[in-house]
């Protein structure tokens, strides 16, 4: 199991942007997919994005292509979420969350989570 601490989620006018960040504990860090989800009141849990362990590939849902990114700084055992051009349905809960098989994460099969950072997008 692995130990998420997330944080940077607030609230940001349409347009704008904002970065999250996951911490996580272990020294077999790089071993571990990681990736994005978000809920948003009343709405099931919804992919945003994963990430390899080497940081070398990449998915995003469909409703945040090219306005998110993802990436991960190993050494520092942390993954981040640039959010950028912000649209107000972007408003949710983000979640961080790790697995060992990135294809079962990004199917919402993970065990390990974040505890939520609420982001919130004002228009």
């Known amino acids: 199991q692995v130990q998420l601490v997330e944080s940077g989620g607030g609230l940001v006018q349409a347009g704008g942007s904002l970065r999250l960040s996951c911490t996580a504990s272990g020294r077999t860090f790089s071993n571990y997919a990681m990736g994005w989800f978000r809920q948003a009141p009343g709405k099931e849990r919804e992919f945003v994005a994963a990430i390899s362990g080497s940081g070398l590939t990449t998915y995003y849902a469909d409703s945040v292509k090219d306005r998110f990114t993802i990436s991960r700084d190993n050494p520092k055992n942390t993954v981040y979420l640039q959010m950028s051009s912000l649209k107000p349905e972007d408003t949710a809960v983000y979640y961080c969350?790790?697995?060992?098989?990135?294809?079962?994460?990004?199917?919402?099969?993970?065990?390990?989570w974040g505890q939520g950072t609420q982001v919130t997008v004002s228009s």
């Open positions: 969350t790790a697995d060992w098989v990135l294809n079962k994460l990004r199917a919402g099969g993970s065990r390990d």
